[in-house]
């Protein structure tokens, strides 16, 4: 059964840093991309973050959080992870780690999210 | 970015009774499309990808239709667990993923 993990949240102050991580079981974490994707205080879901599986080096980032936010992830560790640096009020949410399936063809790939965690609560005040 | 649009907001139900609920795309995402379900407390659940496949373990009663740019998904005869928060997301052109603003679900 594929389980996801998050952990990392908590209360920090505007400006703040703070790193999530995703603890991933149940699948062979190495073969699959991953994502963030948050949800602030009665507002939708909302994607952050996007990963390639091993061998692929691509990243993507919503442009809300590019250039503050770093995901990454350790194949050996079955981790995912997001560095969250100069954070902002706006970026109070809960935050899920989300694996990816799909499939790739004529040069696209076309990935949906199959499994979610149950999120961990990052909350950005004063 | 391709925008999602979801109605209505909110959708009050019977149990029993069939829900519609409704996703329109700003622009084509041919067949890729996902609906999720979203419970309070818990994690976001696969229902449908591919516009119409049901995710495993998903039951019959869920079912996904459209292309293009219109999108429905059916709940055929609503259950107590059925009664949550839905959202399409499109995954056709990205980054970004894009999603829709959810659909609430609501016992009549």
């Known amino acids: 059964e594929v389980q996801l993990v998050e952990s990392g949240g908590g209360l920090v102050q505007p400006g703040g840093s703070l790193r999530l991580s995703c603890a991933a079981s149940?699948?062979?974490?190495?073969?699959?991309?991953m994502n963030w994707v948050r949800q602030a205080p009665g507002k939708g879901l909302e994607w952050v973050s996007y990963?390639?599986?091993?061998?692929?080096?691509?990243?993507y980032y919503a442009d809300s959080v590019r250039g503050r936010f770093t995901i990454s992830r350790d194949n050996a560790k079955n981790s995912l992870f997001l560095q969250m640096n100069s954070l902002r009020a706006e970026d109070t949410a809960v935050y899920y780690c989300a694996k990816g399936e799909g499939f790739c063809r004529g040069g696209s790939c076309y990935i949906w999210f199959d499994s979610w965690g149950q999120g961990t609560l990052v909350t950005v005040s004063s | 970015e391709i925008v999602m649009t979801q109605s209505p907001a909110t959708l009050s139900v019977s149990p029993g009774e069939r829900a519609t609920l409704s996703c329109r795309a700003s622009q084509s995402v041919s067949s890729n499309l996902a609906w999720y379900q979203r419970k309070p407390g818990q994690a976001p659940r696969l229902l449908i990808y591919?516009?119409?496949t049901r995710a495993t373990g998903i039951p019959a009663r869920f079912s996904g239709s459209g292309s293009g740019t219109e999108f429905t998904l059916t709940i055929s005869s609503l259950q107590s667990e059925d009664f949550a928060v839905y959202y399409c997301q499109q995954y056709n052109n990205w980054p970004p993923y894009t999603f829709g603003q959810g659909t609430k679900l609501e016992i009549k």
């Open positions: 990963i390639g599986s091993s061998g692929d080096n691509t990243i």
């Open positions: 149940g699948f062979t974490f190495s073969s699959y991309s």
């Open positions: 591919g516009a119409s």
